[in-house]
């Protein structure tokens, strides 16, 4: 079928465009000032966060010594504070897999969160992580986060998470996890150990992924107080596993001369079916969250449409930001899509988010805070970019290791105020820099490396973990309605 090729690692991309990939260069820094979005921003990032900084920026202003390992690697690059950095090439070795998802609190406690196999029972939902290879869950989060990519600590814990169940080799043996043994209890069992091997990642596998985390922690409405509260899981923008998508676009012949009309009818007929969903939950509800905690990120254009359709009107102006020679960035409009419908709901709407949301999840996440929803949860990964699924990286030094990083920023603008075109990359800074990366629904913002800032914040803790996160919800929205960011009457 036409769209069955679409490679399996799309979830953690968050790109529009197609764009060229680079090719492949020896001095590490050059490419970087060549062909980064823009690191003047980086720079001004780690200034204004130096809680989370890691790594330096050696490899962009100067001083980087040779790089021969894959830990030099992720030395060099770490600096970047960006969650699309990943480390290919031959001696990567293929994505592999334990058959397990695991979620992370804030505290430094790991949960197993979806068991991917059904034939294996050696841990199940629910069970606590103690330790991994002999190193409490604590310490072993705090070290294997050294060699993530993202923003934060607390995101970059809870992609070592994810990156324990489903990653490349060299990500497993970079955190010493090429075989595993967990220290794990089942509610108030003694703990005992389990020992796991890896084995491949194939199409069917990120399938089920797919429809794992796509699956609610949480009931369809949620009673808070006197109020019910409809819940609309999205844990992914992956169609290319949704039969409705896969149906809507192959009845687009081969021949239509239009290249995107087939993805695009794939995208609304997946889209409708969410509205009639998120309609028939509203029906039943006095208010509506959507759901985006530990989203996987995918297809941006389609986390478009589904942010129109439950917005209700187009998304505020959204560009991408690339470089256009030193000094300057370019801004390219996204694709004017047409809508694909909207709901008919007018209830208050709630958007909940982690330290795991990312990529087209934050966008989304963005897009529905710009048209008023109020956002509850962690700040997000700051994914707030992308790259071409196509990309084939660039060869880092004499390590034998290549290298693929984001080849856009999105920058949105409520004020409507910018335009496409080239502009000097410290004006950029300077205006998305402001009030300490503050998103704001007056001004242009972007969220790469900071991430999207709840308007109420609500760690995840570990009875979180157990519960679906249902009795930080109700936390949540309390706050929120006594802060008066929601409003559900009497």
Same mark, same amino acid.
């Given at each position: ?148 990519? =993202? &923003?934060?600590? %607390?995101?970059?814990?809870?992609? @070592?998470?994810?990156?324990? !169940?489903?990653? *490349?080799?060299?990500?497993? +043996? ?122 996987? =990120? &995918?297809?941006? %254009?389609?986390?478009?449409?589904? @942010?129109?359709?439950?917005? !209700?009107?187009? *998304?505020?102006?959204?560009? +991408? ?170």
């Amino acid at each position: 079928m036409k769209f069955t090729a679409i490679a399996a690692g799309v979830l953690a991309l968050a790109s529009f465009a197609v764009y060229s990939a680079e090719q492949s260069d020896a001095d590490l820094g050059a490419y970087l000032r060549r062909t980064y979005p823009s690191l003047l921003y980086v720079d001004r990032y780690r200034s204004e966060f130096p809680e989370d900084v890691i790594g330096t920026n050696a490899a962009w202003s100067g001083g980087q010594p040779a790089i021969q390992t894959a830990d030099d690697v992720v030395a060099a690059l770490t600096g970047l504070a960006d969650q699309h950095v990943a480390i290919t090439g031959p001696k990567a070795g293929a994505k592999e897999t334990l058959g397990v998802l695991f979620r992370t609190s804030s505290d430094g406690h790991m949960v197993v969160w979806r068991v991917l196999d059904p034939g294996h029972v050696a841990l199940r939902p629910g069970d606590d992580i103690l330790a991994v290879n002999g190193r409490p869950i604590a310490d072993w989060l705090k070290q294997a986060s050294s060699t993530t990519f =993202g &923003g934060n600590p %607390r995101s970059r814990q809870s992609e @070592a998470a994810y990156n324990l !169940g489903v990653a *490349p080799a060299i990500v497993h +043996q970079l955190t010493g996890t090429s075989s595993v043994t967990f220290n794990a209890a089942t509610g108030g069992a003694a703990p005992r150990d389990v020992h796991m091997v890896f084995r491949p990642v194939d199409g069917a596998l990120m399938s089920t992924v797919a429809t794992a985390v796509d699956t609610s922690d949480l009931p369809d409405v949620v009673t808070v107080g006197k109020h019910r509260i409809g819940i609309l899981r999205v844990g992914a923008f992956a169609p290319q596993y949704d039969p409705v998508f896969q149906a809507a676009a192959n009845a687009i012949p081969d021949s239509d001369p239009d290249p995107d009309r087939a993805m695009l009818a794939g995208f609304c007929a997946v889209t409708r079916a969410m509205i009639q969903k998120f309609d028939g939950l509203a029906d039943r509800s006095d208010a509506m969250a959507v759901d985006l905690r530990g989203n996987l =990120g &995918g297809f941006a %254009r389609e986390a478009y449409l589904m @942010a129109w359709a439950i917005g !209700g009107r187009r *998304p505020v102006s959204t560009f +991408q930001v690339m470089p256009s020679g030193p000094g300057m960035v370019r801004l390219t409009s996204l694709p004017e899509d047409v809508s694909c419908g909207v709901v008919r709901s007018k209830k208050p709407l709630i958007v909940l988010t982690d330290a795991g949301t990312r990529s087209a999840g934050e966008l989304m996440a963005t897009w529905l805070w710009t048209a008023g929803a109020t956002v509850i949860g962690e700040r997000t990964v700051g994914a707030g970019g992308g790259r071409d699924a196509d990309s084939a990286g660039f060869d880092v030094g004499n390590s034998g290791y290549r290298a693929l990083i984001s080849g856009e920023f999105e920058v949105f603008d409520p004020s409507d105020s910018l335009r496409p075109g080239d502009m000097k990359e410290t004006a950029y800074v300077d205006l998305v820099a402001r009030d300490h990366f503050a998103p704001s629904r007056k001004k242009p913002f972007s969220i790469q490396g900071v991430g999207l800032i709840p308007d109420v914040t609500m760690p995840t803790g570990k009875d979180d973990l157990h519960d679906g996160g249902r009795s930080a919800l109700v936390r949540g929205v309390q706050s929120a309605i006594k802060q008066g960011r929601v409003s559900l009457g009497q």
